[in-house]
């Protein structure tokens, strides 16, 4: 069995070291921030000082298929969020296009909603159950490295690639088989790996990405509005996601461009980021909440970025891997990252069960296989949605329309969504990730339904304020 160390004590981080540790190998987190959260679910919510993880107050609904993969996996991490206040929710019951009732295999769309305290909080105390080390405030500041194993075989024949073997904390080193950095969306990687001769590329959405403006309620009764409410509405220059959470919470978060000067400029104001959520039908309704929340929280520059560490014929560096945020960023409004980096984790411990530590050439090659052959699609759809979004964003700013023959054939099948419900539950499940929905998408039938509603949508005019009557509303 190896010698793990795992960098970030947040939720990948300790996902990956509960999923290594079942195997038998010894595993260490290392962690920057000093404090382990309040079990209090409250208290974690109001004091646990983060500075590592900038998005713990900000929106947070897991896909359904992070519950999936956690519940077959992880039923210990599953049963603590549960307890400490976690909700079961189906993601198709809330939608007002869903023409229930719900049938056998709808429970697939179950997700877990919760404030992401909540399941921090509730992810440590699992960790710690299962005798994880953390080493809180012992943050990495490099790698220790090797002149590391020759690759067998290819062109570059007899080439030696960089073998990780621990890192550096400001208390010393600590020596590793395998370092895994899960040290999320602000990792170090690159400059730690320039600092041992391995160039790191970097691929982007584009430089701009969107902007969050959210804040979090408690509903007076601790229920959510009765009415339907769909999760997310783009609409515009603005969308609007309503997410439920734990102990009658819920949050309200608004998305407009990063570069929307005007809506940032705007929206900071409590009043004009009331009067935006109210542009939306029924939002009104959310707004009767006590916040939980002192004001509105701004994050920028939500996008899409991933870390070109694995080549599949020759790999840059061994002995280390990155997993989650600390490999690639997706948008948020989608929801991926947390079903992507457990996904992620998985495929890790499939392939070291393959390969062991022993064979580090081996291990990265058929790491960056599997993280190309499972993630890789589905990191390079999130961008292609990113940069769909923003021009269409644009294009309702300047009053024009985007026209873009896959976006179109996008909305075609949200349309289709909303008027057959069989439609809506091949959407959802590939929205969240849910095995076999691609097939289903590309069925013949569907389709062609798509393909009829091309021309319709087409001609649509979207519905809602206009970007005048937007900017009215938030500076009256
Ligand atoms: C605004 C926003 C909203 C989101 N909403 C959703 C959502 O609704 N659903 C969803 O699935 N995903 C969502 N995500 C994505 C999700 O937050 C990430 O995928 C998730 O946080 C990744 O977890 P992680 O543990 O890999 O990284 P992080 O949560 O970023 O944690 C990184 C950890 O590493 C530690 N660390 C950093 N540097 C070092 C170092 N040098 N040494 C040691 N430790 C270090 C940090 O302190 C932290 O504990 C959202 C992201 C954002 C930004």
């Known amino acids: 069995m190896a010698r793990i160390v795992v960098l970030g004590a947040a939720l990948g981080g300790l996902q990956t070291a509960l999923l290594l540790a079942q195997d038998g190998h010894e595993v260490t987190v290392l962690e920057r921030d000093p404090r382990p959260p309040p079990s209090d679910t409250e208290l974690a919510w109001s004091q646990w000082p983060r500075p590592g993880i900038a998005q713990l107050r900000q929106t947070h609904l897991p896909l359904a298929r992070w519950l999936q993969l956690a519940e077959a996996h992880l039923p210990d991490l599953v049963r603590e969020m549960t307890e400490a206040g976690a909700v079961r929710m189906n993601v198709l019951a809330p939608e007002p296009a869903f023409h229930g009732p719900l049938l056998a295999g709808d429970e697939r769309f179950d997700t877990l909603a919760a404030r992401r305290s909540l399941l921090e909080s509730a992810a440590t105390r699992v960790a710690q159950g299962a005798g994880i080390r953390i080493g809180r405030g012992t943050a990495c500041r490099g790698l220790r490295s090797s002149r590391g194993p020759r690759i067998p075989s290819g062109g570059a024949s007899g080439d030696r690639v960089p073998l990780v073997t621990g890192v550096e904390t400001h208390a010393g080193g600590t020596a590793a088989d395998l370092v895994v950095d899960c040290t999320g969306r602000r990792s170090q990687l690159p400059s730690w790996l320039r600092a041992i001769g391995v160039p790191c590329a970097v691929d982007e959405s584009g430089r701009r990405g969107f902007t969050y403006y959210s804040q979090?309620?408690?509903?007076?009764?601790?229920?959510?509005?009765?009415?339907?409410?769909?999760?997310?509405?783009?609409?515009?220059?603005?969308?609007?996601?309503?997410?439920?959470?734990?102990?009658?919470?819920?949050?309200?978060?608004?998305?407009?461009?990063?570069?929307?000067?005007?809506?940032?400029?705007?929206?900071?104001?409590?009043?004009?980021?009331?009067?935006?959520?109210?542009?939306?039908?029924?939002?009104?309704?959310?707004?009767?909440?006590?916040?939980?929340?002192?004001?509105?929280?701004?994050?920028?520059?939500?996008?899409?970025?991933?870390?070109?560490?694995?080549?599949?014929?020759?790999?840059?560096?061994?002995?280390?891997?990155?997993?989650?945020?600390?490999?690639?960023?997706?948008?948020?409004?989608?929801?991926?990252?947390?079903?992507?980096?457990?996904?992620?984790?998985?495929?890790?411990?499939?392939?070291?069960?393959?390969?062991?530590?022993?064979?580090?050439?081996?291990?990265?090659?058929?790491?960056?296989?599997?993280?190309?052959?499972?993630?890789?699609?589905?990191?390079?759809?999130?961008?292609?949605?990113?940069?769909?979004?923003?021009?269409?964003?644009?294009?309702?700013?300047?009053?024009?329309?985007?026209?873009?023959?896959?976006?179109?054939?996008?909305?075609?099948?949200?349309?289709?969504?909303?008027?057959?419900?069989?439609?809506?539950?091949?959407?959802?499940?590939?929205?969240?990730?849910?095995?076999?929905?691609?097939?289903?998408?590309?069925?013949?039938?569907?389709?062609?339904?798509?393909?009829?509603?091309v021309p319709e949508v087409e001609q649509h005019v979207p519905p809602g304020p206009s970007r005048a009557d937007l900017l009215k509303a938030i500076h009256s």
């Not at 959510?224 to 996601?241: A, C, I, K, W």
């Not at 701004?298 to 840059?316: C, E, K």
């Not at 079903?339 to 495929?347: G, N, T």
Request: glycine share 8%.
């Open 216 to 453: 979090y309620f408690r509903s007076a009764d601790g229920a959510m509005p009765t009415d339907r409410f769909p999760l997310v509405v783009e609409h515009g220059s603005l969308g609007l996601l309503r997410i439920p959470a734990d102990h009658g919470t819920y949050s309200l978060c608004l998305i407009g461009r990063s570069d929307d000067q005007q809506l940032r400029r705007a929206l900071r104001n409590e009043r004009a980021w009331s009067a935006a959520v109210r542009l939306f039908p029924g939002a009104d309704r959310w707004l009767d909440g006590r916040p939980v929340t002192d004001g509105t929280r701004i994050m920028a520059g939500l996008t899409d970025r991933r870390r070109l560490l694995y080549d599949t014929q020759r790999p840059l560096v061994t002995g280390l891997v990155a997993v989650g945020d600390a490999w690639a960023i997706t948008t948020p409004t989608v929801g991926r990252g947390l079903a992507m980096s457990l996904r992620h984790s998985l495929l890790l411990r499939e392939t070291l069960r393959r390969t062991g530590t022993a064979h580090p050439v081996e291990l990265v090659t058929r790491f960056a296989e599997a993280t190309r052959d499972s993630l890789g699609r589905v990191y390079e759809r999130t961008a292609a949605y990113t940069r769909h979004r923003l021009a269409e964003m644009d294009a309702h700013t300047a009053g024009t329309v985007y026209r873009n023959p896959d976006w179109i054939r996008a909305k075609a099948l949200a349309l289709l969504a909303r008027r057959d419900t069989d439609a809506l539950r091949a959407e959802r499940a590939a929205a969240h990730l849910l095995p076999g929905a691609r097939d289903v998408l590309r069925a013949p039938a569907l389709a062609d339904a798509v393909t009829r509603l």
